[in-house]
């Protein structure tokens, strides 16, 4: 167990770090601290809307919040795995063959337009989203730890795009929608961008090395057998509601219940309640289902798994 001055120490240091994000990406507070949850859950990250509403600088601002190695890398219809993973290369000096590291190699990865690229430059991701690790020429190398993506894709255009398969859609922690700002918010975004962009004066807040001790402290947060049968009961319900072909996976359950605790830790609590787990449902679930009719796609997800909150029982804890 963690000393409770030390948690409570920890917790205000995860804030932090939504705080200072949200000095760049205005009027999206519960987006930023979905972000957040998923870094300190260990998952990674889906951020799926139009163009031009901040999904990169998302990603920018959490990687410059976190001090770390961070590589955006643009995903496009010629871009290979070895682009990604690195190569092995024969070196005449000494006669052996070395590894020549990717983009991949960091702390933090931007995958920008990852539906942009082919299914097998996607499926590179595979193995270093789930084990921290790339094989390259049968030899596995591991990557830097803390390692976590997070991807952008466009859901409105879909000419030159390859759709994202189930199997690496469940390998995302959660995916978020940023949506238009409101007009005030629109507003004070254009105001703060007519010298510098704020976040060229963005500082760190979080050591990268400080990190494993968060995860490893909101894996601490109690989670009650109610709660839990609470969240068990959501994901059985994506798999026996009409309106959805395909439900959650048991993953899907997992990484409901951490980051669950993960919101909860981020608000400075010890144990988690039934709101942490519909707070982080949607963002949890919505890209695990598959609807019966595909017509609306992550809209329709969203709207199927809102109804199963409003139906399911919720306990009193």
Do not use: W
């Not at 601002?61 to 890398?73: Q, T």
């Not at 026996?240 to 669950?260: C, H, K, N, Q």
Request: aromatic share 6%; proline share 6%.
């Amino acid at each position: 167990m963690v000393p409770a001055d030390d948690f409570e120490e920890m917790g205000q240091r995860a804030r932090a770090l939504a705080d200072n994000i949200c000095l760049v990406i205005r009027g999206k507070d519960a987006q930023v601290e979905m972000a957040v949850v998923a870094l300190i859950s260990g998952g990674h990250l889906l951020i799926e809307d139009v163009p031009g509403v901040g999904k990169t600088m998302l990603a920018r601002s959490l990687a410059l919040s976190l001090s770390g190695e961070y590589y955006r890398i643009q995903f496009t219809p010629d871009l290979l795995p070895s682009d990604i993973t690195g190569t092995t290369i024969f070196n005449q000096k000494t006669s052996e063959f070395e590894f020549r590291a990717g983009p991949i190699f960091a702390n933090v990865v931007l995958a920008d337009e990852i539906n942009r690229a082919t299914p097998r430059t996607q499926s590179s991701l595979l193995e270093a989203m789930d084990e921290g690790q790339v094989t390259v020429d049968g030899t596995a190398h591991p990557l830097p730890q803390p390692f976590f993506v997070i991807a952008t894709q466009n859901p409105v255009e879909y000419h030159g795009t390859y759709p994202l398969p189930e199997g690496q859609l469940d390998r995302f922690c959660m995916s978020i929608t940023l949506d238009y700002p409101s007009e005030q918010y629109e507003k004070e975004i254009i105001e703060a961008q007519l010298e510098e962009h704020p976040v060229s004066g963005l500082r760190h807040v979080l050591r990268a090395d400080e990190l494993a001790g968060l995860q490893k402290a909101s894996r601490t947060v109690s989670v009650d057998p109610d709660v839990l049968s609470y969240a068990v009961s959501l994901v059985r319900a994506t798999r026996e509601d009409e309106s959805i072909s395909l439900g959650a996976s048991p993953r899907g359950t997992i990484f409901l219940v951490r980051t669950a605790q993960a919101r909860a830790f981020v608000g400075g609590r010890d144990f988690i309640t039934p709101d942490d787990v519909k707070a982080v449902a949607a963002s949890v679930l919505s890209h695990r289902v598959i609807p019966a009719s595909r017509s609306q796609g992550l809209s329709e997800s969203r709207a199927a798994i809102s109804a199963i909150l409003a139906r399911v029982p919720v306990p009193v804890v």
